[in-house]
């Protein structure tokens, strides 16, 4: 097993929800790639298909802080398709100051060098009970 599709999913998370260069993100992502945020306990729990709903959910995502730090704190490889990351985030929300750390896991699914799937769970064990392993 090598390790490409993790870094494949290092460079998505770090264009699109750390440098904010979604254009290079978006080139790692399949065109009708889903990306379901549906069981987020933040306000933006849905589901985004496309380019254009990922692009505008990564906008809403980034802009709605003053601060936005999000880091990949361990990703793990399941198999040929198969990548688990667990992200840790601090925030401090625009105009009201208020500071927040959150912990977050998701499972993504890379197919001929690019993301056709990605699903948040709120941990790791989580994430990867979803894809059949366990902590």
Partial sequence: MTQENVEIVRKVFDHGFVRRDFDAALSLIHPEAVMDWSDSRAPYSSIHRGHA????????????WDEWNPYIKEAIEVDRETVVIVTLVNARGKGS????????ASVWTVRDGKIIH???????????AATGLEE
């Fill in 118 to 128: 990605a699903k948040l769970f709120q941990s790791k064990a989580d994430a990867l």
């Fill in 53 to 64: 709903e990922i692009r505008t959910a990564w906008v809403e995502w980034t802009e709605a």
């Fill in 97 to 104: 100051g208020v500071r927040v750390a959150a912990q977050g």
